[in-house]
Structure formats: structure tokens, C-alpha cells
T-cell receptor
Framework: GQQLNQSPQSMFIQEGEDVSMNCTSSSIFNTWLWYKQDPGEGPVLLIALYKAGELTSNGRLTAQFGITRKDSFLNISASIPSDVGIYFCAGQDPNYGGSQGNLIFGKGTKLSVKP | DGGITQSPKYLFRKEGQNVTLSCEQNLNHDAMYWYRQDPGQGLRLIYYSQIVNDFQKGDIAEGYSVSREKKESFPLTVTSAQKNPTAFYLC????????????FGSGTQLSVL
């Protein structure tokens, strides 16, 4: 199956630092989503992006839909201990799966924050 | 509260046994999905259903079966043919009005005894 390249795989940062992670694909996507997963729980949607070039914020989180439609990044500003978790990107490929296209997930970025 | 409920949270399977994971949603979503998650891996699609009484195989459907008799329910059976069933299983739902956004349940951890 298809996969996205998500990097970095893990990050260990100091509280208060900014964080940046990204995803790239060989396919053009029409939607990019960013999720956060806490241990033993299901992923929770953070930000959804629908247009190339779109820049969207949710509190301290900012995400952008790349102009080429093949990449996206997520930034977290002024990290806090509760930001710890695994962050997944997901892209919707209109040529994969059902009529609206299915999501393809990156392998995740594991974020650890030191107080 | 509206949401997706998965049960049980933890499940143990004996060799040769079939087990069924439950997924119920009260969000009135048309589409439902099952994903498998292994440590350090992304989510891999097992099966999905976009309408009642219809479902499609995902990337890793071998050894699994599903049914969609009701809009609210999409149970997953892990059969004895699945030789490596230990994983975290996630159910999700969506509707076309949400532009592809998936909403996930809290997952079921399946382990082999």
C-alpha cells in the first residue's frame, strides 16, 4: 500500500521550544489532516487542510498544505508537557479507495517534552 | 455524547480462535473503517464500508472479516487465518460532508495467549 514519508520519527525537546514536523508524498493529495495520539488511545484530529497553500492555526499549532499538494508541515510553538504523544499526518488520495478517496497515514512523529 | 465506541479495550486470543471486535457509532456517519496499528508504524487500512450492506477490502484484509448490517455498527472478526494478530485496532467513521475527516474510537488491544 501507499505510505507517506513523515519526519522526523522522533523528537526530544525542552519545554518552551518550538517543534516542526513534515510529510511528503509522491502522489498529489486533495486533503491533508494532522492527528495526535496519546498512548493507548485513538488519534484525535488537530487540523484539516483542503487547499494548496492553505495555512491554518489551532491555538499553538499551525499547519500548511504545500503548494505542490505533495507535502504538509505542522508546527507547535512554545511546547508544553501535554504536547507529548505521537503526531500523524494523513493525506487523502482521490485515486485510492472509495469514491471520496481513503486516507493514507504517515508512520508518525513521537514527541517527548522535557520539563 | 456522540462518538465511536470500541469494545473490549483489551482482548486475548487463543491459537485457532476467532475473535470479534465491536465498533458502534452514534454520529450518523455513512462510512466506517478498521485500521491496524503496530508499534512504530502508521495506520494500515483493513476494511472499510461506505454504506450499509457493502464493504471493501483495504490493504491488509487477509485473515479478517467484517459485516455492516446496520449503519451504526461495523464489527471486525479476526480469524484464525490471521497468523500475527497482535496489534492495536482502531475503528473510525466519517461522512462526505466532513471532507474526509476521520473520527476514531479509543481502540482495542488484541494479544495472543
Amino acid at each position: 500500500g501507499q505510505q507517506l514519508n513523515q519526519s522526523p520519527q522522533s523528537m526530544f525537546i525542552q519545554e518552551g521550544e518550538d517543534v516542526s514536523m513534515n510529510c511528503t508524498s509522491s502522489s498529489i493529495f486533495n486533503t491533508w489532516l494532522w492527528y495526535k495520539q496519546d498512548p493507548g488511545e485513538g488519534p484525535v484530529l488537530l487540523i484539516a487542510l483542503y487547499k494548496a497553500g492553505e495555512l491554518t492555526s489551532n491555538g499553538r499549532l499551525t499547519a500548511q498544505f504545500g503548494i505542490t499538494r505533495k507535502d504538509s508541515f505542522l508546527n507547535i510553538s512554545a511546547s508544553i508537557p501535554s504536547d507529548v504523544g505521537i503526531y500523524f499526518c494523513a493525506g487523502q488520495d482521490p485515486n485510492y479507495g472509495g469514491s471520496q478517496g481513503n486516507l493514507i497515514f504517515g508512520k508518525g512523529t513521537k514527541l517527548s517534552v522535557k520539563p | 455524547d456522540g462518538g465511536i465506541t470500541q469494545s473490549p479495550k483489551y482482548l486475548f486470543r487463543k491459537e485457532g480462535q476467532n475473535v470479534t471486535l465491536s465498533c458502534e457509532q452514534n454520529l450518523n456517519h455513512d462510512a466506517m473503517y478498521w485500521y491496524r496499528q503496530d508499534p512504530g508504524q502508521g495506520l494500515r487500512l483493513i476494511y472499510y464500508s461506505q454504506i450499509v450492506n457493502d464493504f471493501q477490502k483495504g490493504d491488509i484484509a487477509e485473515g479478517y472479516s467484517v459485516s455492516r448490517e446496520k449503519k451504526e455498527s461495523f464489527p471486525l472478526t479476526v480469524t484464525s487465518a490471521q497468523k500475527n494478530p497482535t496489534a492495536f485496532y482502531l475503528c473510525a467513521s466519517s461522512t462526505t460532508r466532513l471532507g474526509g475527516k476521520l473520527f476514531f474510537g479509543s481502540g482495542t488491544q488484541l494479544s495472543v495467549l
